[in-house]
């Protein structure tokens, strides 16, 4: 056996993992190191000879014979990794995926191509694997996109769904208020009404004593007026008895009125009523009780004037004014009742030349139980105005009074037409 010197590029060469052919211009192998072999499934020394296009897919041969003469024509190195990945054909027909990088050199004077390959079919297969993970990856994504659309909807219903809860009891908390409120005003009316019984009651006990009293002693005394020419006493103490028993009936009437008012029972009857003469009739009732040389004098301008209203309630109202008018004024005074039509309404005005009202207690001239200090001895409740008051808001009405201590006080009172 001949010991050769061993050629270090041939060494170098043969060594190398990837495959390296040296092709010449007509596309044959004229070089081939083991690693070549091995990539193409060849025995040692079979592929020299072969040409190129053996190695490659029969389907891409004459592309591949084309861009051989290509590069032939315009040789210039060609690296790996730039994209062009081709198929090898391996000797048992298999194919396989391979990158190529291309180099000139010459040999003996004459170019040739030098390729070196390497066998991508790993690379590929983590290729392949990335792309359908990546393509997971999409569905994935868009199935979690989805999914986040949904679990917005849902929530969204949800939010929705809460959001009718909160009306629905917004609503129902309104309801119960209602209800709270309702019933505390239902309450503080029984409350007052209470109230106003008790008081009237022990305002009663105490106003009631003077006219009994009264009636008591006169009956008494009329017992003992028998004989003859004892008539005219007899006659004083009957009129005093029925005095007596008209303020009772008034302290009674009053209260009832109220009672009434309060719990809302008073309903308006409306005709039509010719208030002037409504007017002469209780002027003319009231003159019973006038004091001594105490006159009315009354005016009306139109002479006759009608009005829509309830005649029941326009009276009670006259009747409260006129005599407040003769209680709080002395004998010997006049009292003016003054009837016109003002603008859209009638308007009454009552006035006397009695004792007034003091001015720092006028604003309390329409509250229950009222009565001014300048008054106190004279017999009342304190219910009159009040009632009055209410009588002509019910009339969609107006009241308001001037007056002046000692010299005299003015009721107008506007009921609309
Ligand atoms: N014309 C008036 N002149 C002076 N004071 C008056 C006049 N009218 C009312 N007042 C005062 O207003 C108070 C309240 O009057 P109101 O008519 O409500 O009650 P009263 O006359 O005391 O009792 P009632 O009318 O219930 O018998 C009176 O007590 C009195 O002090
Ligand atoms: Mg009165």
Redesign the pocket.
Known sequence: MKNEAIDPYKAIFEACEEGILVVNSSGQIIMANMASHRLFGYENNEMIGLSIESLVPPALRTHHVKDRENYDRNPSPRKMGHGRDLAGRKKDGSEFPVEISLNRAQIEGVDHTLAFIIDITERKKIEVALKKSEEQLIVYAAELEKRVIKRTQDLDDTIKQLEQVNADLEDQVRIRKKAEDDTRLALSRERELNELKSRFVSMASHEFRTPLSTILSSASLIERYREPGTEEKRKKHIDKIKSGISNLT??LN?FLSLSKLEEGKVEIDESTVNITDELKDIIDELSTICKDQQTIKFESNPNTIVLNTDKKIFKNILI??L???I???EPSTEIFVEMAEVDDNIQIQ?T?Q????PEE?QKH??ERF??????TN???????????KKYVDMLNGHIT?K?KLNE??T?IVDLPK
């Open positions: 008034n302290i009053d409260n004014l005599s407040n008018a209680k709080y004024s009552v006397d009695g004792m007034g009202i207690e001239m329409f009222f009565r001014a200090k300048n008054a004279i017999q009342g409740t304190g219910l009159g105005l009040n009632i009055v009074f007056s005299g006080t009721f």
